[in-house]
C-alpha cells in the first residue's frame, strides 16, 4: 500500500501504482474532483479513499521528521550507503530509547 499526499494524485502515478497491483490511499485534490464531476458521467468514478490508513501517514512523516532531526541524517553527508544505515539505525535506537 502506498499512502501519499495530494500532490501524488496524477492519473499516471496512479495507473503505475495499479498496474504493479499496488493499492494507492491518496485523497483527492478539490480541483481534481471537480472536474471529474463536471464531466458527469463521462468523468468515470469516484476513487476510493481509506481515511483510516491515511491517518497512519502522521505517524510516519513525525517518525521522518524526528530522524531528520540528526543533521547528518538530513544533509546525507555520508559518501557510504553503508555508513548512512549505520547511522540511521544508530539514531532509531537512541529515539527507541528515549521513550
Given amino acids: 500500500m502506498v499512502i ?4 501524488y494524485s496524477s492519473r499516471a502515478i ?3 501504482l495499479r498496474q504493479r497491483r499496488i493499492r494507492a ?4 485534490p478539490v480541483d481534481q474532483v471537480r472536474n471529474r464531476l463536471r464531466r458527469g458521467p ?3 468514478r469516484p476513487l476510493g479513499f481509506d481515511a483510516d ?3 497512519q501517514r502522521n505517524t510516519v512523516e513525525r517518525c521522518i521528521n524526528r530522524l531528520k532531526q540528526w543533521r547528518g ?3 546525507r553527508t555520508d559518501k557510504l550507503a553503508i555508513a548512512y ?8 535506537i537512541l529515539i527507541w530509547a528515549r521513550r
Fill in 4 to 7: 501519499a499526499d495530494r500532490a
Fill in 14 to 16: 496512479r495507473s503505475h
Fill in 25 to 28: 490511499v491518496i485523497p483527492q
Fill in 42 to 44: 463521462r468523468g468515470g
Fill in 53 to 55: 490508513a491515511y491517518k
Fill in 73 to 75: 541524517l538530513a544533509m
Fill in 85 to 92: 544505515q549505520a547511522a540511521l539505525h544508530l539514531a532509531a
